[in-house]
């Protein structure tokens, strides 16, 4: 069969030229032909006319509609993640750094699912079917019965996927696959682009469901097109220090489940664990509560989870320094600037720095109050009171507003141990929670009182 020609295409005009140029000759733009195939007039040789179901035009009320049913893949933190487990026909797409443990999770995962009784295949092209035997045990999958497929052809792949009929594969990575049908290397733009786009329409013309390894560029974007985030299911990040034995993943698009859930797992000998009770992480050890720092607690997705904020209030020169570690720098301006206005708290000529222990990012606003409390804590050199916590959002006028969910938060922090709340207002229960004393504010000027008498 003879290869088809390819042609580049102008991506802001449309034109297209047989060659690349560095200019389109349609619209003058420079670097905008992209490689790609050229549509064919015939439609039986459109290579997306056999995976392409025809379709009638029907209203919703209509149309039977069932609940996905959903696989799990024996790690809870996973399942979290994905929504409950694998879906058929699903496509997900899952990226991180380099050895931050995407092959050992799948691997495990995949290793679940066969025991489970499932049809599963592993297509690396990255390492050799010897080296996957190897780390499968070392992680203590002894006699693993997951099939395993050294390949980086695309069309070679698609056969071995229409042959072997697996209910769960993982293409390891998407960035090594190629197709006979372009020209150029793997990892280009168009190789990718295409390659995903023939693998998700087999996903939903077979009801195999698919994982795609992407690799991530320097700043930690998915490396390729941005239409592999748009074609693909659910999207997920893999993060986490590797110096650190903790790592999260974090469900960034999820059409069969919720978003912005976390998973966090354990590295250990024997490979990727789920943690149970993450809060733990993110709390540090004191013997004695220590000035600078307090506890709120933060919603993942449905986990509420408790998080220490720490500040460190530091004289500073002529042009003093506004540093945070997973909280937003440009909010921390705005609370100093309320803390002053409307509590009387002055940081002008000081040092503030600001981190969440544990390296989890907090972009929901109901960490205002502890960040405020942690500031005013460091800067008196009093610590607040021991099992002591606090959440709310915090706005220009000084008022405390209600955080999402509060009655979860509270109850999550009273399981924990914790004894002391300053909440908003509207937050505070109707009925008294065991174990827990809540002091329910309105405004900062309130709440600074309340920890004054606590103190």
């Keep these: 069969m003879a290869k088809e020609k390819t042609v580049y295409v102008c991506s802001d005009c449309g034109g297209s030229s047989p060659k690349w140029l560095g200019k389109c000759p349609a619209c003058n733009a420079w670097n905008t032909l992209v490689?790609?195939?050229?549509?064919?007039?015939?439609?039986?040789?459109?290579?997306?006319?056999?995976?392409?179901?025809?379709?009638?035009?029907?209203?919703?009320?209509d149309i039977d509609a069932v609940d996905m049913a959903r696989t799990p893949t024996g790690h809870e933190e996973l399942d979290r993640v994905l929504g409950g487990g694998m879906v058929e026909g699903g496509v997900v797409l899952i990226g991180g750094d380099p050895g931050i443990g995407k092959s050992t999770l799948l691997l495990q995962a995949l290793d679940s699912l066969q025991r489970s009784g499932q049809n599963t295949l592993y297509v690396t092209g990255e390492e050799s079917g010897a080296q996957v035997a190897l780390r499968s045990r070392r992680l203590g999958l002894n006699n693993s019965q997951v099939k395993v497929l050294a390949e980086i052809q695309l069309e070679r792949i698609l056969a071995t996927l229409e042959a072997t009929q697996p209910d769960i594969a993982v293409i390891d990575s998407i960035q090594t696959v190629y197709s006979d049908q372009l020209t150029s290397a793997p990892g280009s733009v168009a190789q990718v682009r295409e390659c995903a786009a023939h693998l998700t329409r087999a996903a939903k013309a077979t009801g195999v469901s698919i994982v795609l390894v992407g690799h991530v560029t320097k700043d930690g974007a998915l490396a390729g097109p941005r239409v592999l985030e748009h074609m693909v299911d659910t999207v997920l990040y893999f993060e986490g220090d590797t110096h650190s034995a903790f790592r999260l993943v974090r469900a960034i698009k999820n059409r069969f489940g919720a978003v912005n859930e976390i998973g966090v797992f354990a590295?250990?000998?024997?490979?990727?664990?789920?943690?149970?009770?993450?809060?733990?992480?993110?709390?540090?050890?004191?013997?004695?509560p220590v000035p600078g720092s307090c506890v709120m607690v933060t919603l993942e997705g449905t986990r509420p989870m408790l998080v220490e904020i720490q500040a460190l209030v530091d004289s500073g020169g002529p042009s003093p320094r506004r540093l945070s570690v997973g909280l937003d720098r440009d909010r921390l301006a705005m609370l100093l600037a309320v803390l002053h206005r409307h509590a009387g708290v002055a940081c002008m000529d000081q040092d503030v720095f600001v981190n969440a222990v544990g390296g989890v990012r907090i972009s929901e606003p109901a960490s205002d109050l502890a960040v405020l409390l942690a500031i005013t804590s460091s800067l008196r050199g009093k610590p607040l009171p021991k099992g002591f916590f606090a959440f709310g959002e915090v706005g220009l006028a000084g008022e405390v507003r209600p955080a999402p969910r509060g009655q979860e938060r509270l109850k999550e922090a009273a399981k924990l141990g914790f004894s002391v709340a300053v909440v908003p207002k509207a937050n505070a229960p109707k009925k008294a929670i065991e174990g827990l004393t809540i002091h329910a504010v309105e405004r900062v000027e309130q709440a600074m009182e309340v920890v004054r008498g606590l103190a």
């Design 35 to 61: 490689e790609s195939l050229p549509e064919s007039t015939a439609p039986a040789k459109n290579r997306f006319a056999s995976l392409a179901k025809t379709a009638e035009v029907a209203t919703l009320g």
């Design 267 to 288: 590295m250990t000998e024997k490979g990727l664990k789920g943690v149970s009770n993450p809060s733990a992480i993110f709390l540090s050890q004191h013997s004695e």
